[in-house]
């Protein structure tokens, strides 16, 4: 559907009409030239598949306990290989279903993945954007804060917060969201002494706007593209360094999470039992590959130098 065939009133609900028009008109463009990448639709394929498989997952595997993100464990049933009757993809260390822990597993890392990236995007975004509009000291004290935070390897806040606060997922979710909106507001802030710059903006304080009808109307929107290529990349790094969390123990255990069950299949590889970490750990690989080949064609298409000759 094109610009024309949207109803006028629908145009009319925006302040500025011509300009509501062109974002669309842009974000359209985008999608289709996002469509005409192969990889790109590939990885937009793997990651709604991740998004169908949390939304049926009461119906692919059923809970059958209080909480369904407590695997169910038949003790009869230990260190089963794949394709065994009733378990297509084997069992854990301890009896768990490997498959029900990666259907219910898909919920987690979705929550954890929209979560973090949502709230740091946003802090960083208003953070990096004042910095960047106000300048002088505020930009200053901003900028020096997210240096500082920018100095400490995500990891190892990850696990100070979630070690001083207990192992849980929301825990992981605050250290996470605590750390990585830094590398937005870095971001955001070029974007905007770059926009701010831009003759429009003069233009706007000719005829009268304030600062905050500026800055919320011109300097943002023209200033986010880069904040979507940054955050599609954030979706698989949160899911990596929140599995290297549970990893190592700082989650609760028997909970159906990718990590956690990576964890628990390592004690079964000297032995042979390679399924118990193969699966999730191939969940892991392909829901980082999908958003970073979606990160890699939305950047190609906002930015085409950046495209490799």
Known sequence: ???????????????????????????????LDMLENPLTVAGMIIVFSFFLLAILAPILEPATGNDPYQMPRNFEALRQPPLTDGYLLGTTETGGDLLYGIVWGSRL???????????????????????????GWVDEVIMRVVDAMISIPALVWAIAVVTALGPSIPNIIIGLSTMLWGT???IM???????KNEEYIEAAKVVGDGHRVIFLREVIPNAIPPIFVQSTLYFGKVV??????????LAPPGLAEWGVLVSQGQQGLLAGRWWGSFFPGFAIFLWAFGWNIIGDGLRDVLDPRTQVE
């Open 240 to 249: 990596l360094i929140a599995a290297s969390v549970s990893f190592i123990g």
């Open 109 to 135: 890392t979705i929550a954890i993945s929209l979560t973090v990236v949502l709230s740091t995007t946003i802090v960083g975004c208003a953070l990096g954007g004042i910095a960047g509009y106000v300048g």
């Open 189 to 195: 802030r070029g974007e905007v002494i770059h926009v």
């Open 184 to 186: 937005y507001a870095r």
């Open 1 to 31: 559907m094109s610009a024309p065939d949207i109803p006028s009133a629908v145009w009319n609900v925006f302040p500025n009409e011509r300009k509501a028009r062109m974002r669309y008109e842009r974000f359209r463009r985008v999608l």
